[in-house]
Nanobody
Framework: QVQLVESGGGLVQAGDSLRLSCAVS????????LAWFRQAPRKEREFVAATSRTGGITYYADPVKGRFTISRDNASKMGYLQMNRLKPEDTAFYYC??????????????????WGQGTLVTVSS
């Protein structure tokens, strides 16, 4: 059974940076597409970023383009989300997820098989 554990969330001020980590166990990370999602209070969960199995291809949601960077270290079985120039509207629980299907331009935000429990990011103005 694949398990994902996020860490790195916290309370920061607008303009600050945070790096979220996702530790993957119970599977071979290099066989999975990796993504990050978030869910703000009273809102639906939304896609943030995804990366292909090798990390060579990435996709981002428009609100985070140019500010967030997704990466992965398959040997260490870790995924990361570097978040720069944070804004109050970035406040949310952040979740990492993996799926068996390869990353595709036509569908990179659905079909994830395993999810972490989330880490809270709060950005104050």
């Amino acid at each position: 059974q694949v398990q994902l554990v996020e860490s790195g969330g916290g309370l920061v001020q607008a303009g600050d940076s945070l790096r979220l980590s996702c530790a993957v166990s119970g599977g071979t990370l290099s066989t999975y597409t990796l993504a990050w999602f978030r869910q703000a209070p009273r809102k639906e969960r939304e896609f943030v970023a995804a990366t292909s199995r090798t990390g060579g291809i990435t996709y981002y949601a428009d609100p985070v383009k140019g500010r967030f960077t997704i990466s992965r270290d398959n040997a260490s079985k870790m995924g990361y989300l570097q978040m720069n120039r944070l804004k109050p509207e970035d406040t949310a629980f952040y979740y990492c997820a993996v799926r068996w299907d390869p990353l595709q331009k036509s569908d990179y935000a659905h079909g994830y098989n395993y999810w972490g429990q989330g880490t809270l990011v709060t950005v104050s103005s």
